[in-house]
């Protein structure tokens, strides 16, 4: 597969390889993005797996492949994970295991027979006070090189009602793609991981980063007009 997929958000299609920030605001729109992105994925024969951050939102997916025409989680298409099995399997957050759990996850689903994945993460998990979560940003950026090469789609769901300014400058620096409001954007601050490694290396060694925020990257996040950043 090579040309655009239908998301299953308004009107937008995703490359393969794609990695998106998507922007929300409070559940409701949470669950319109996860309900039109694996809706689609169900329909179209997808391998689909979500790490959502309650119970709650768990109980709502399961019953999603059923309004599909799926027979439901059980056959194998839809995994819904909570951080406890996911991003904080140990305990604590680490760059490293998160992507084996990525990778795990598509080789399995190649190996069962899908031929295309659809992934997504709900990150408000990353607001607990947990051993690790500094270095999220890190691994957004490093989780570039998984989606780059391999037949896939991410979304990684933050809410702008929960994030600091601070934090949502710094995972628009590590995305191609942003979708905010219904509107995919080619993602001008967009930090490739090698530069990225660099810049955090120089900031604070220790792993934390401290960026200084962007105003455009605050504008972009919020759906408003974004200067030209070549003309600055």
């Given amino acids: 597969m090579t040309g655009p997929v239908v998301s299953g958000i308004d009107e937008v299609g995703l490359l393969p390889g794609s990695h998106v920030c998507a922007f929300y605001r409070g559940d409701s729109d949470r669950d319109r993005l996860l309900s039109g992105y694996f809706g689609a994925g ?40 909570l951080p406890e099995s996911s991003y904080l399997e140990r305990g604590r957050f680490t760059t490293g295991d998160m992507l084996k759990f990525w990778i795990d996850s598509i080789v399995r689903a190649t190996a069962d027979g899908y031929s295309f994945c659809r992934l997504a993460g709900e990150m408000t998990w990353a607001l607990r006070d947990v051993p690790g979560v500094e270095h999220l940003i890190g691994y957004e950026s490093e989780l570039n090189r998984v989606t780059a090469g391999h037949p896939v789609t991410v979304l990684c769901l933050y809410d702008l009602d929960r994030f600091s300014g601070e934090v949502v400058v710094n995972v628009v620096m590590t995305h191609p793609q942003v979708l905010v409001q219904g509107i995919l954007i080619e993602n001008p601050y967009y930090v490739e991981p090698d530069d990225f490694q660099r810049l955090a290396d120089q900031d604070q060694p220790d792993g934390r980063l401290n960026f200084p925020p962007s105003a455009d990257a605050l504008s972009l996040a919020n759906g408003r007009p974004l200067a030209d950043p070549h003309l600055r």
Avoid: F, M, Y
């Fill in 42 to 81: 169900l329909s179209a024969g997808d391998k689909c797996v979500c790490v959502v951050d309650s119970r709650n939102t768990a109980e709502w997916l399961r019953a999603l492949p059923r309004s599909c025409g799926s027979h439901g989680p059980s056959d194998g298409q839809l995994d819904i994970h």
